[in-house]
């Protein structure tokens, strides 16, 4: 029986309705859009379906003001799912029209897809499979490296999407990467705002609710899992998180930082995309990736990382990429039901949803 957090990953693509009308198709291809990674996996997003032409929206309901004041992190993790929804399409033989950022009086409506007519599907299906394979793996990685030859298909992956993906690279560039995530660490742990927020989406290893991080995820036993959103509220745990998330960095094999050229909504939604593709790519080629956001999402830490790049432009994400040493679980998603609006808007002349 599939666990109940495992629920929404269960996708039997021979249950696509290939007979049936446009909203039905988008609807489909929704299953695997909401697979997509989003910070403490707060699933920011909102869709609408009006017969062949799907509305992306961003939900600000499900912001996280500490961690990610400007909703960076949000239009990142919508992206992602447009991404998904596209792989997810062109694998049924479509050729979506997406127009990201259409209404620029809606900064809420993301994008709009239109289904368009079906046609061949693209050769091979790897980049597909891997929306169902991948998870957010934070254990150690095996020490082997990454072949040269992946890490060029990750940057072509992220080039392929408007923004650009860097290894860090070289013991000393490594060695202060590490250092400014441990510092990152440390910076919004000593912050109780930031632990009030972060223990709201902490779960248990199992329970009701589709959206957040269980304990599994970080490694942690169910009885454990139960009081750490208690402990994460009361406790500054900063410097026990970073001693543990420097080791992390320091061991794990390729470190690769997402940026773009420029820091707004449209470069948002590029570094999104090109996370997307990124994270598939690895997943494809039998890579395990987790996130290590600390030093991008505090201010005075992100220019540093920047100087790291060697390149001018701004950091939006840094990955972990290695060969992974234990398989990771798959955490909860909300049903369809709560992420699909129904009826559809009406705009005006300037693009502004009434
Ligand atoms: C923009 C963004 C930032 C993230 N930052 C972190 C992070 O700093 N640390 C972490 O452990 N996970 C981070 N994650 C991973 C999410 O927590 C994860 O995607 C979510 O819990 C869902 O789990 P899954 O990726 O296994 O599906 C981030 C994800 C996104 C999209």
Redesign the pocket.
């Given at each position: 029986m599939t666990e109940p957090y495992a629920a929404a990953w269960a996708i039997d693509e021979r249950d696509f309705p290939g007979n049936a009308g446009p909203s039905q198709i988008l609807r489909f291809a929704l299953r695997y859009a909401i697979?997509?990674?989003?910070?403490?996996?707060g699933q920011p997003w909102r869709f609408r379906i009006d017969q062949d032409l799907l509305h992306v929206l961003a939900d600000r309901s499900r912001a996280l003001p500490m961690v990610d004041p400007c909703d960076r992190?949000m239009l990142?993790?919508c992206a992602?799912a447009i991404h998904l929804t596209r792989i997810a399409l062109e694998h049924f033989g479509y050729h979506p029209g997406i127009t990201l950022l259409p209404a620029p009086g809606d900064p809420d409506l993301l994008a709009t897809i239109r289904l368009g007519p079906r046609g061949t599907p693209p050769p091979g299906r790897a980049l597909f499979d891997a929306i169902l394979a991948?998870?957010?793996n934070?254990s150690p990685y095996q020490a082997s490296p990454v072949p040269g030859e992946q890490i060029a298909r990750l940057c072509d992956a992220a080039a392929g999407q408007g923004a650009w993906s860097q290894p860090v690279t070289g013991p000393a560039a490594i060695s202060a990467a590490a250092g400014l995530i441990a510092d990152g660490d440390r910076i919004k742990w000593h912050d109780a705002e930031f632990r009030r927020e972060l223990s709201g989406r902490l779960v248990p290893n199992r329970g009701h609710r589709r959206d957040g991080?269980p304990g599994y995820?970080?490694g942690i036993p169910g009885p454990l899992a139960r009081v750490a959103p208690a402990v994460v509220r009361c406790a500054d745990l900063g410097r026990l998180r970073a001693a543990a998330d420097r080791k992390l960095a320091l061991a794990t094999p390729c470190l690769a930082i997402i940026g773009t050229d420029q820091d707004d909504p449209p470069a948002w939604m590029a570094a999104g995309q090109a996370?997307a593709a990124v994270l598939l790519q690895a997943t494809a080629d039998g890579l395990a990736t987790?996130?290590?956001?600390?030093a991008i999402?505090v201010d005075t830490l992100r220019p540093r990382l920047t100087t790291l790049t060697g390149r001018s432009g701004y950091p939006q994400?840094l990955l972990r990429v290695g060969h992974p040493s234990r398989a990771?679980r798959?955490?909860p998603r909300r049903p369809l039901s709560d992420v699909l609006a129904s009826p559809a808007p009406v705009h005006d002349r300037t693009g502004a949803r009434r």
């Open positions: 697979l997509a990674p989003s910070g403490h996996n992190e990142i993790s992602a991948r998870h957010s934070r991080m995820a970080f996370m987790s996130f290590l956001s600390q999402e994400l990771a798959p955490s």
